[in-house]
């Protein structure tokens, strides 16, 4: 008579908790396992890939792979989703994941959904097919691929080893320690946002108006740059757009096109090429390096294809200057060394320049040449500076800035046609002079060393 009872109770539990297992929200009510029941409020195990939310309070152990397919994963900032000892993987199809807490998996696949992260998430390999926002902080110990739209907020940062863009990303705040990147999607980096990587190549469309920090760059597809760009090695194979300012420690090459437009800087210290790719493209593209504002070289300067520009766009080079190509417009090319006294200014000139081509005439410029009286020495220089201002009619305003135009230095020469400028406190470099007198605004281009 006992067993029918027996029966009868199980019977019973197991339709309670088929019941209570088929709620729409589970809560977490203890640390614990992911698939354990005393873990949760309904006293089952969740199912997000049937469509239930599952909010965490507590730290939870994922102690299995997940799916979270049509429901839901919330991760309260009191709560914690973290992989055992064994790496754990996590499928997102048409499911959202929201973390506010900590979030650690080995691999995340977000194929459809959406995955907003305002805490910490650590995952070895992430692969993002659809919207992620990060608000957080994410670090990706592996790789990271996005097919989808990602946007990195303005107070968020993203530490990646291997980054690859094939969609859509906004970066707004800070993508750092990446060790190689390449985009072949649409990348945006934002005002005030930054970039810091070793090795970046792009292959699609960038846009930059922030701070984009790389030791080797190479450019195959279309950049524009409203921000500042700092490199060691440069080469580009696309159309690259300046806008702005560029600072280079190395080697810069052109082998296509590329445009510093009028207001736009370049400091490059050491070699400038410009020169046609070999083997020639079947196309029969020529190197063309447009300038219509201001590169500062800090070594040699070479031209093998087309270098042209109209004034005020100048070149100053410390070293030598070598010309294959063809020199077009009314740009000025201002050798610092020059080993020849009458134009064409150039120290080894086997190609041709157009008559409107001057050599240290633009005043400007960087350029350390006198102009109507103002003289600088020595130049380059590591301690005291003597500027010579002659016949001034009263005050003056002498400024320095750095190659990235930020003010080092700035006061005023009263009644005066000298002054000595000490500079022993400046790092090594390329600086502008800027003098503002009653006749009108000259600058200088200084070298520290």
């Known amino acids: 008579m006992r067993k029918p009872l027996l029966n009868t109770t199980i019977l019973m539990i197991a339709a309670v908790m088929a019941v209570i297992s088929a709620q729409a929200q589970i809560t977490s009510v203890n640390n614990g396992f992911f698939y354990y029941p005393a873990t949760w409020d309904c006293m089952c195990v969740p199912s997000p890939h049937t469509g239930q939310s599952v909010i965490i309070n507590h730290a939870v152990t994922l102690n299995n792979d997940i799916g979270v ?20 993987d996590m499928h ?35 692969a993002n097919e659809d919207d992620l926002n990060n608000d957080g902080i994410t670090n990706v110990a592996d790789s990271m691929y996005n097919d989808g739209v990602l946007t990195n907020g303005a107070s968020a ?9 094939n969609d859509l990303l906004t970066n707004n705040g800070q993508i750092l320690n990446v060790d190689s990147m390449t985009n072949s999607g649409t990348f945006t980096n934002a005002i005030g946002a930054v970039v810091e990587v070793d090795s970046a190549t792009n292959t699609g469309t960038f846009d930059n108006s922030g701070h984009f ?43 296509t096109d590329f445009y510093n437009l009028a207001g736009a800087s ?12 070999y083997p020639a493209q079947p196309n029969g593209t020529v190197a063309n390096f447009r300038n219509h504002g201001t590169v500062d070289v800090g070594d040699s300067w070479y031209n093998f294809a087309i270098v042209q520009g109209d004034a005020p766009g100048a070149f100053t080079v410390q070293d030598s200057t070598v010309n294959y190509g063809s020199l077009i417009g009314t740009f000025d090319l201002c050798d610092l060394t020059p080993t020849v006294t009458t134009p064409p200014i150039i120290d080894h000139d086997f190609g041709t320049a157009d008559l409107g081509i ?18 600088m020495f020595p130049n380059p220089a590591s301690g005291q500076v003597a500027l010579n201002l002659p016949d001034i009619e009263s005050n003056v305003r002498v400024r320095i800035l750095d190659a990235m135009g930020r003010c080092v230095m700035d006061g005023m020469i009263v009644g005066s046609s000298s002054a000595t400028l000490d500079v022993s406190g400046l790092s090594a470099g390329i ?17 520290i060393h």
């Open 69 to 88: 397919y049509g429901g839901s994963v919330t991760i309260n900032a009191s709560g914690s989703l973290t992989q055992d000892g064994t790496p754990r």
């Open 92 to 126: 997102l199809n048409n499911g959202t994941l929201v973390n506010h807490g900590s979030l650690t998996l080995d691999r995340l696949w977000a194929q459809n959904g959406s995955f907003d992260n305002q805490g910490t998430a650590t995952i070895r390999t992430f």
């Open 157 to 165: 940062v993203m530490n990646v080893s291997t980054f690859y863009n």
């Open 213 to 255: 920090d790389v030791w080797a760059f190479t450019n195959t597809g279309t950049w524009d740059n409203y921000g500042l760009l700092d490199f060691v090695d440069m080469a580009n194979f696309g159309v690259f757009n300046n806008h702005s300012s560029i600072v280079g420690t190395g080697r810069f090459g052109n082998f």
């Open 266 to 277: 370049m400091v490059v210290n050491i070699s400038f090429i410009n020169a046609d790719q």
């Open 358 to 375: 001057t050599y240290c005439d633009v005043v400007t410029g960087f350029s350390s040449a006198d102009t109507d009286g103002f003289s």
């Open 431 to 447: 600086y502008a002079v800027m003098v503002d007198a009653v006749r009108g605004k000259y600058s200088y281009r200084l070298m």
